[in-house]
């Protein structure tokens, strides 16, 4: 294992070996000589170290890589208590709440760790005909997650993925027409944009119901076992949107007839479902834009995610 963990942002801290060594030193001598495993995956906010403590479950140190990482951890801090036993699958168990410190300026944490592993590393095995079970287990998540109306998160606010339609394609128009993206290279241009003109159209056509939405059910965030889901993690996007961003997962895991048995049992609406498209263009477009050119899998991740959403209008 290297000194330095993959950097993924041009402004990201040091979350070296060496940092969590000496946090785990000063705030949590009990786990300070245990080995660490660093875990690669598709997630970019967090750098994250597996421990094992000699009793009890693993352990997972995420030290979040940016300011707006430090943000949105602090959040999930506050929501995942209140998650507890709410909702059919497991979410994280705070072990310890991290404070910074002159050796790192982030707030930083420790979670017990979840069996299972993310979509993304699973997706071989979660192809049509075989997601139907994960499908229905979607949508009773996602139902259990809006029916919450006792977390105090913050509102989606326009620009952002669960606000309102309309500001969020004029953000992806930017993506699509900014020269440092060249995004011409990496995707379809006029094909996102038929994409997003026919979701604009369902902008104004319903009366959207705002919820408490997870806010990011990506692969990553994602944990199943045997084609059934275990958990859901990372609730620090969290927030009071519409409804329909929390039906993402129809194309960020699931292929066609999952995505058709999702739909059914969500009960979505076709404005909401076009809605819902929308949020999953505008991240998708983003991410292939922003993660591709830097060699990260959530590039592919999102690549993926592009390629249903087009094939599927």
Request: hydrophobic letters at 45%; proline letters at 6%; a negative charge.
């Amino acid at each position: 294992m290297g000194p330095v963990s993959d950097r993924i942002h041009d402004d990201e801290a040091d979350t070296s070996v060496t940092i969590v060594r000496a946090l785990l030193d000063e705030q949590c001598p009990q786990w300070a000589d245990l080995e660490l495993h660093q875990l690669l995956t598709s997630g970019t906010d967090n750098a994250m170290w597996r421990i094992s403590p000699p009793s009890g479950p693993d352990h997972i140190v995420r030290l979040p890589r940016t300011e707006g990482a430090a943000a949105s951890l602090v959040k999930e801090l506050t929501v995942l208590p209140a998650l507890a036993d709410r909702l059919p699958v497991r979410v994280p168990t705070i072990a310890y709440a991290g404070q910074p410190s002159p050796v790192f300026s982030h707030p930083w944490a420790v979670v017990e760790w979840l069996d299972g592993g993310d979509a993304w590393q699973a997706r071989s095995s979660l192809l049509d005909p075989d997601t139907d079970a994960l499908a229905a287990d979607l949508a009773e998540t996602v139902r259990a997650i809006g029916a919450i109306t006792d977390i105090d998160v913050p509102n989606r606010v326009p620009g952002t993925r669960g606000g309102p339609l309309l500001p969020l394609l004029v953000d992806l128009e930017q993506w699509l027409t900014d020269e440092q993206w060249d995004a011409a290279r990496l995707l379809d241009v006029e094909a996102v944009r038929n994409s997003a003109a026919e979701s604009a159209e369902a902008a104004t056509a319903e009366i959207v119901a705002d919820r408490f939405v997870h806010g990011d059910l990506i692969p990553g965030n994602i944990l199943v076992s045997d084609r059934r889901l275990q958990a859901i993690i990372d609730w620090g996007g969290a927030g009071i949107g519409d409804a329909a961003l929390d039906l993402v997962p129809a194309w960020s895991i699931l292929d066609r007839r999952g995505r058709g048995v999702f739909r059914a049992a969500t009960g979505a609406t076709e404005t909401a479902w076009l809605r819902a498209r929308a949020f999953a263009l505008q991240q998708a477009v983003g991410g292939v834009l922003y993660y591709v050119p830097r060699g990260h899998q959530l590039g592919e991740v999102m690549r993926r995610t592009l390629a249903r959403i087009l094939s599927d209008r």
